[in-house]
């Protein structure tokens, strides 16, 4: 079986924001699964708007992965007023009712990015990065980088992530942690304490 980097379906939105909520395990933060769906949406269609890259991994004609990019210079891909609108809606929800969830790792993300570019000056963002936890094919994720570096070589990117990620992914393939901060959210679920990192790489 091989791995084919793609453009991505539309049909296949709904298993993106699955391996999210899976993958970057938002099940740890809230415990309502309706919830869960509207936040794993919120995410998707949050990145989805703001991409100029867009890479779909597939194996055997089944989708496996995807790697949404932003950078500097470059068009939009996907421009979603259904999207836009409840990435709005959400987003004033969250801030107003989970102000030590969303609005704390909101702020910390802007703190971290304000001082990683005072030594910094990157090129794009990796907004987000997924692969299915049930495939079984490995390297999804190592194509997904690939196919950006093949597009973009020699430009210095960043991303953020945090300990309840596979972070140690980003570090194995040469990414450097450029800033780390401990935080304590308050979610549904209680107090969750994190490590918000942000990374960096030039292709």
Same mark, same amino acid.
């Given at each position: 079986?091989?791995? $084919? ?20 395990? /938002? ?95 990157? *090129? ?7 692969? *299915?936890?049930?495939? +079984? ?11 950006? $570096?093949?597009? $973009? +070589?020699?430009?210095? /990117?960043?991303?953020?992530? *945090? *300990? ?6 980003? $570090? ?16 549904? +679920? ?6 918000? /990192? ?6």
């Amino acid at each position: 079986m091989r791995i $084919e980097i793609r453009n991505l379906r539309k049909k296949d939105y709904k298993k993106a924001i699955q391996f999210a909520i899976t993958g970057m395990h /938002f099940d740890w933060y809230l415990n309502n699964k309706f919830l869960l769906n509207a936040y794993g949406r919120y995410f998707w269609y949050l990145e989805l708007n703001r991409a100029t890259q867009i890479f779909a991994a597939y194996v055997n004609g089944k989708f496996a992965g995807v790697l949404l990019a932003e950078i500097k210079g470059e068009k939009r891909k996907q421009q979603s007023v259904p999207g836009k609108i409840y990435v709005g809606l959400v987003g004033m929800i969250q801030r107003k009712l989970f102000k030590g969830g969303a609005g704390l790792y909101e702020k910390t993300t802007k703190e971290q990015l304000a001082h990683y570019l005072k030594s910094y000056t990157p *090129d794009g963002e990796i907004l987000f990065l997924v692969a *299915d936890p049930d495939c +079984k094919i490995k390297g999804i994720g190592t194509a997904l980088l690939h196919a950006l $570096e093949a597009k $973009e +070589k020699g430009k210095t /990117f960043y991303l953020y992530t *945090d *300990d309840v990620c596979t972070y140690q992914f980003y $570090e194995h393939r040469g990414f450097e942690r450029a800033e780390e901060k401990k935080i304590v959210l308050e979610m549904p +679920k209680g107090k969750v304490p994190l490590r918000c /990192f942000l990374y960096s790489k030039k292709l």
